[in-house]
């Protein structure tokens, strides 16, 4: 399966149509075996206020070094999973999967392993704005194959708490719904002690995954009050895919535009092939891996029919490195991850 790369949303995307309410469904945002979800770390920001037509201006966001990439897997039937989401930091996290939702069965992480003999749900679909499920988990504790005497158990909350307009760097902005999950869990048999884990996630109708993410990790002491705010963080989606078929978006009278990209790698040219069943106007632009323009292989404009276009980049992409080309036909959207060959 080939994956579909979106550059960091800093770069110029074209205007998302407007529903009048994000419903978070399987099909349009349950794992997919294959998928590669890719998130950014910025800058922590407030998740700000609940309620319907809000308006979260992240415009401005600070990027930080660290990316992640979750790599989402397939698993056997007859396990208690059917997911597996292995991240590049070591992690491994397993779901079952079904049309009612998706259940955290356990994780992995060096030879600490956990697994829950009564999962907590993560998701249920539908979901849309002010529904809300809560619920109990409990689990062992591995350490290097053995069993630990202290149990993990906890209760978790979710709710579709928000509703509005996600603001991201570059002018981009998404109609969505916020969900609001907090995760108390403890991990010994003192019910006095326990770690508070607070996740708010935006999510936009034709996006799979979640667009923004910011996340609270508090210790919390019930007899003398006192809380510790352990980590705070947040991160964004480097990996949008609106879902459309792969190599195909559908025009504005419903049509298919299809394309072709070639060398890739590539070591100074390039060859870009499309078809447009109706005309429209064209912007392909080339950024690196900084979210940079570097240059314009088509300045928006109007085209129909059978197209080529090939280019010498070599002046600018002298040195190995990734690079995105941000393609626009009409109103629909595509990237493609390049890659600069050291050849």
């Not at 002491?221 to 949008?240: A, F, P, R």
């Not at 064209?282 to 323009?293: A, E, H, R, T």
């Amino acid at each position: 399966m080939k994956h579909l790369f979106t550059l960091l949303v800093l770069i110029s995307f074209c205007t998302l149509s407007v529903h009048s309410q994000v419903v978070i469904t399987r099909s349009n945002h349950g794992f997919n075996p294959g998928d590669e979800h890719i998130i950014q770390q910025v800058e922590y920001v407030a998740p700000g206020e609940e309620g319907q037509n809000i308006t979260w201006d992240f415009s401005k966001l600070t990027l930080q070094d660290n990316v992640t990439i979750s790599s989402i897997t397939g698993a056997d039937d007859n396990q208690s999973y059917n997911r597996i989401i292995k991240r590049d930091d070591n992690y491994t996290f397993l779901f079952n999967i079904t049309e009612q939702g998706n259940a955290y069965t356990g994780y992995e992480v060096g030879k600490r392993k956990v697994f829950f003999s009564k999962p907590f749900v993560k998701t249920q679909y539908p979901q849309s704005y002010g529904t809300s499920f809560e619920g109990s988990f409990e689990g062992t504790i591995f350490n290097d194959g053995i069993a630990s005497p202290d149990p993990i158990s906890g209760t978790y909350s979710t709710q579709a708490d928000a509703t509005g307009t996600l603001l991201l760097p570059g002018g981009v902005s998404f109609p969505v719904l916020r969900v609001k999950t907090v995760d108390r869990i403890n991990y010994c048999n003192c019910t006095n002690f326990y770690t508070e884990i607070t996740k708010y996630l935006w999510y936009a109708q034709d996006v799979r995954y979640p667009l923004f993410v910011t996340m609270e990790t508090v210790n919390r002491n019930t007899i003398s009050g006192e809380t510790h705010v352990v980590e705070k963080e947040s991160s964004l989606n480097i990996d949008i895919k609106r879902e459309s078929p792969n190599n195909q978006l559908a025009g504005n009278n419903g049509s298919n535009v299809t394309y072709k990209i070639f060398p890739n790698p590539f070591k100074d040219n390039i060859q870009v092939s499309y078809s447009l069943p109706a005309e429209a106007i064209v912007n392909i632009d080339l950024y690196n891996s900084k979210g940079v323009k570097v240059t314009s292989l088509v300045p928006g404009v109007s085209q129909r029919g059978e197209q080529t276009i090939s280019r010498d980049l070599s002046q600018f992409t002298m040195f190995p490195d990734i690079y995105f080309l941000i393609m626009k036909f009409g109103n629909s959207v595509y990237t493609e991850k390049l890659v600069k060959a050291a050849y």
